[in-house]
């Protein structure tokens, strides 16, 4: 691949509402251009003035340290408690009395939480993680649904220096289990079951299996949430509200170092083994609270919601840390979008008055196809922006969701980041820079972003290449958990270093291909590599394949991204079985459901085709980029000078299934 070949022209351009420019914090292209050139030329300045709008202990005088290149520090000689900072500052105003949290579960109960009780809930759970011979530094692993407790069980690790790490509760016990055993949590917060669409997902039996394979773990800590009949062992396992009773409510946040560990989120890659990203304290606040500030443009009044699942980044920085340090009123709702039926996000919109709402392109797709006589039937007139993040949105969804759940009245931010950026990095600020269906438009502050050839080059308009990132922002990963030489493997590798200022410059490779258009914005065109993006969940191919494989029947197996207007990419798997099984419906079901077992629902394949054999190089390498166009039902064209066996080839496009 030298170029990624971009065939979208989309034209259509929409300017910021007058309404809302007018009474936005940035009003117009010549105010954000004027921060962004200084966020680029005095990035040290630029990030202390807004670092010193939280609260720090040790005011930081150093901005970037790079002096262990590619790891980056930020404002290392400051000292602050990022709950300190989400939590207490609030206590000091009448925010004190505003509503942090407002909570609805799926089956209908709402629950309140002011920031002076969340702050109790906090200090209250923070002195129970201390009980259980938490410290700082040490992993807490948090396997919750979508309640409360989840971001009060974040906020308490935050709050006394521990680390947090959030595995979606869509997982099975063995994702579980390979996640705990890699961070080497000393704890598991979960809960008895998590409500989604109507049923209950058993969490703690779940973490129950995967506790006999986990010897790092000492605790549990469960919430009662579904009251579905659970094992408790004593000792071992706590009740979430006997415990919380048997400690004070007084927990002083500790002043900790900028650079002190948050949180291990992890991501897939592209072989097997999912990466534990690590994020710090001071700049990973920083961000997270700047880019709320800034692109949501958040107001005191308003009610901002944010779909995504606690377990995933979005939740990280956009649900907890960057709107709490803002000091907003978010709603979190606990189930799924259709339940009762597809009307119940609308539902909740107009109940709550929501003003800001973010979701991801896959939510979308689902809502055009269930029907506009849902979002109809509700008074969304309280919403003022929307947001997307999570993949690629198509122009056609962008322009639904524009006109009907905005009503042609908010404008849409398409932001782009990745769990590995902590926070926004390419994103239209709503009161400045017009917008265009499908495009994240500009780089957020600080951001350099670039998109290149495959020799380094910087790619011309229009020209598809390889997105990169000049320079490191506040809110960058540290590195991978465990294996730092992973970290500079897969981000720092694949260009060269540039000298520039008499200093050496890594460069940091996102993975993503991407074009910039003859007006400087930016178009994502989703991963190079063998990771695809189903219904917003970023899958390692080889996580599945190695699932399937497990299955006792199969021989082999390759799984690769097709596009599908629902989901953006929907799983194919190629599976060639063992000598003896029989291919047929019974044996795809129970492929199906051991990828269930073995990862979550989630990530079971759309398609499964049995084949007698996979096209390889000769070195042995399954050649995915012949299996995407089969599975798409196009011609397979390109270079196929290193395919071993042609037969194969010919065989796989007949579909005989
Ligand atoms: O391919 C890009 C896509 O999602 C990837 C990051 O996935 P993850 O780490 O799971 O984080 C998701 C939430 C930030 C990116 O490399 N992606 C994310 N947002 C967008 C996007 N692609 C296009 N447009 C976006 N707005």
């Known amino acids: 691949m030298t170029t990624i070949t971009s065939v979208s022209r989309e034209a259509r351009l929409f300017d910021p509402p007058e309404a809302f420019a007018k009474a936005a914090r940035i009003p117009n292209r010549e105010a954000y251009e004027a ?66 949290l407002i909570f609805e579960g799926e089956p209908g109960d709402v629950r309140v939480l002011t920031y002076q009780q969340l702050h109790r809930e906090v200090c209250l759970f923070a002195n129970v993680l201390r009980r259980l011979g938490v410290e700082a530094g040490d992993r807490v692993a948090i396997y919750m649904g979508m309640v409360p407790e989840a971001a009060i069980g974040m906020l308490a690790c935050a709050r006394i220096g521990a680390i947090h790490t959030v595995i979606f509760g869509g997982f099975a016990a063995e994702a579980v289990r390979d996640r705990v055993n890699d961070a080497q949590a000393k ?3 979960t809960q008895d079951g998590a409500w989604r669409r109507g049923s209950v997902v058993p969490l703690k039996a779940n973490v129950d299996k995967a506790l006999t394979e986990t010897p790092c773990v000492r605790h549990t800590v469960v919430l009662r949430r579904t009251m579905n009949d659970i094992e408790m062992e004593a000792g071992r396992d706590h009740d979430w509200n006997d415990i919380v009773k048997s400690v004070d409510a007084k927990c002083p946040a500790p002043a900790l170092p900028a650079e002190q560990p948050l949180f291990i989120l992890y991501t897939s890659g592209t072989t097997g083994k999912p990466k534990g990203v690590l994020h710090t304290t001071g ?43 803002n000091g907003a009123t ?59 993040v999570g993949e690629p949105i198509n122009p056609e ?55 290149l050839r495959e020799d380094g080059t910087e790619a011309g308009p229009n020209e598809g290449g390889l997105l990169v990132v000049e320079r490191p922002w506040p809110s960058i990963m540290r590195t991978v958990w465990g294996d730092d030489q992973r970290f500079r493997d897969t981000y720092y590798t694949r260009f060269p270093p540039r000298d520039e200022e008499g200093k050496s410059w890594p460069i940091y490779f996102t993975g993503d291909g991407a ?25 390692g191919t080889a996580e599945v394949e190695s699932a399937l494989v497990a299955h006792r029947s199969v021989a082999e197996a390759a799984v690769v991204g097709r596009p599908d207007e629902l989901k953006g990419q929907a799983l194919v798997a190629f599976v060639t079985l063992k000598q003896g099984e029989v291919a047929g419906k019974t044996l795809k079901d129970a492929l199906l459901e051991h990828v269930a077992t073995e990862i979550g629902k989630f990530a079971r394949p759309d398609d499964i085709r049995f084949t007698d054999g996979l ?34 080839l010919a065989k796989l496009s007949k579909d005989d299934e």
Request: charged fraction near 25%; hydrophobic fraction near 40%.
């Open 615 to 648: 096209p390889k190089t000769r070195s042995g390498k399954i050649m995915r980029r012949l299996l995407k166009e089969v599975a798409a039902g196009r011609e397979v064209k390109g270079d196929m000078t290193t395919l071993e066996d042609f037969s194969v």
């Open 397 to 451: 969804a962008w322009m639904w969701y524009r006109r009907m759940i905005g009503a042609e009245r908010c404008p849409i931010v398409d932001t782009w980041w990745q769990t590995e950026t902590g926070g926004m990095m390419m994103t239209p600020i709503p009161g400045a820079i017009p917008t265009k269906p499908g495009s994240c438009t500009v780089p957020f502050f600080g951001v350099r972003p670039k998109v």
């Open 330 to 388: 978010c709603l979190m709702y606990e189930g799924a979008p259709n339940q009762p039926d597809p009307g119940r996000f609308w539902d909740i919109i107009e109940r709550h008055r929501v003003s800001i709402l973010y979701t991801a392109p896959t939510a979308i797709r689902a809502f055009v196809k269930w029907g506009d006589h849902y979002p109809l039937k509700h008074d969304l007139s309280s919403l003022r922006l929307l947001g997307t």
């Open 515 to 539: 074009r910039r258009d003859e007006h400087g914005y930016f178009w994502v065109m989703g991963r190079v590599d063998d990771v695809v993006n189903v219904a917003g969940h970023r899958l």
């Open 35 to 100: 921060m962004y050139k200084r966020s680029i030329e005095e990035p040290d300045a630029f990030w202390l003035e807004l670092a010193s709008e939280l609260h720090w202990f040790q005011r930081p005088t150093q901005g970037l340290d790079y002096s262990n290149a590619p790891h980056a520090k930020w404002f290392a000689d400051g000292t602050t408690n990022l709950a300190y900072n989400c939590l207490d500052r609030h206590l000091e105003s009448a925010r004190r009395n505003k509503a942090a």
């Open 187 to 189: 704890v598991i917060l």
């Open 283 to 325: 700049g990973y606040m920083v961000g997270a609270y700047a880019s709320t500030k800034y692109v949501f443009d958040l107001k005191d009044e308003d009610v901002y919601w944010c779909t995504a699942d606690v377990g995933w980044v979005t939740g990280h920085s956009y649900i907890v840390y960057g709107p709490l340090a």
